[in-house]
């Protein structure tokens, strides 16, 4: 089924490789750039043949994608979602848990899906882990990036961590029981560890790093098939069972971003809920914010 019309809301850096894949998949027709900043829409638009616009009031649309700030996610999405028009939002999904909660209410309301860009689920590694590992006992979770010359807005934990927060909910199939969190400089800005005990006994160790020699993607699995070790960066996936280390197939030319575009574009053409749906969006922002309030209250503990 060809999408007719799709908007891309945010001309920035992420919004930049959305519109990549959109204009060159032939699924798609029209796709219209909206940004606050018109001449940085148009000049992304006329590198890809796209239209510009400057509100999308009264805008005929099947689809839209929401690239803009993390604060801005709600107001952008909520009138798009009570049209009853399906959107793909970038993480985390809203800037609080309650808009969060409001957007989904929204969308069940209008009789349409919300999926959430927690691009990482759509990862060849990750797939190819999830459909063989079985029954989880342990995850540990390794994110680390180097300094970026323009470092993020928001902390370590919504920048990085979050990421990780989803995988381990996937996998665990549970919700969180209890947490502990501690970060090297006290308030997690730049550095954290969370652990994860969820309510079936599975436990996940996460650590988030921006004050890394190098890019590290690392997840490992305890489970029932046995160890897993994934390297979600180099899309790669070794089976440890006994003595024998196993290199599990995977998709090594797949594009994650391209590959959660088209799986959005799967849920407006037949109206299937997503692989991550607006609620799994809320339930990883939840976990983090309460990541977030732990390392305060350790800080706040410090300095008192």
Avoid at 21 to 29: A, C, F, K, Q, Y
Avoid at 161 to 187: K, N, R, S
């Amino acid at each position: 089924m060809k999408i007719r019309h799709v908007a891309l809301v945010g001309a920035g850096h992420f919004g930049r490789h959305h519109l990549r894949h959109l204009t060159n998949l032939e699924r798609v027709g029209a796709v219209t750039v909206v940004d606050k900043d018109i001449e940085r829409a148009r000049t992304l638009a006329k590198a890809h043949g796209a239209d510009v616009a400057t509100t999308l009031e009264g805008c005929a649309l099947d689809a839209a994608i929401i690239a803009v700030p993390t604060e801005a996610h709600f107001l952008v999405a909520a009138p798009l979602v009570a049209r009853g028009i399906p959107v793909l939002i970038e993480k985390p999904v809203a800037a609080t848990v309650e808009e969060a909660a409001r957007l989904n209410a929204i969308a069940q309301n209008a009789g349409t899906f919300i999926q959430v860009g927690h691009i990482e689920r759509f990862s060849a590694a990750f797939d190819a882990l999830s459909k063989r590992c079985g029954p989880v006992r342990h995850i540990a979770a390794r994110r680390h990036n180097p300094p970026r010359a323009v470092p993020p807005t928001v902390d370590v934990v919504l920048d990085l961590m979050i990421h990780d927060i989803d995988l381990a909910l996937a996998l665990a199939g549970a919700p969180v029981q209890t947490m502990t969190a501690t970060a090297p400089d006290g308030i997690g800005q730049e550095a954290a560890t969370a652990q994860l005990t969820f309510m079936n006994g599975v436990v996940a160790d996460l650590s988030a790093s921006r004050l890394a020699p190098r890019m590290e993607r690392n997840l490992i699995v305890h489970a029932a098939g046995g160890v897993f070790h994934a390297d979600l960066a180099q899309k790669s996936l070794l089976h440890l069972s006994g003595q024998d280390v196993i290199q599990i197939p995977t998709d090594g030319d797949r594009d994650n971003l391209k590959e959660e575009i088209s799986s959005f574009l799967d849920v407006v053409a037949r109206r299937v809920p997503p692989k991550v749906c607006g609620e799994a969006g809320l339930s990883a922002l939840a976990v983090a914010n309460e990541v977030r309030q732990a390392l305060a209250s350790v800080a706040y503990q410090l300095t008192a």
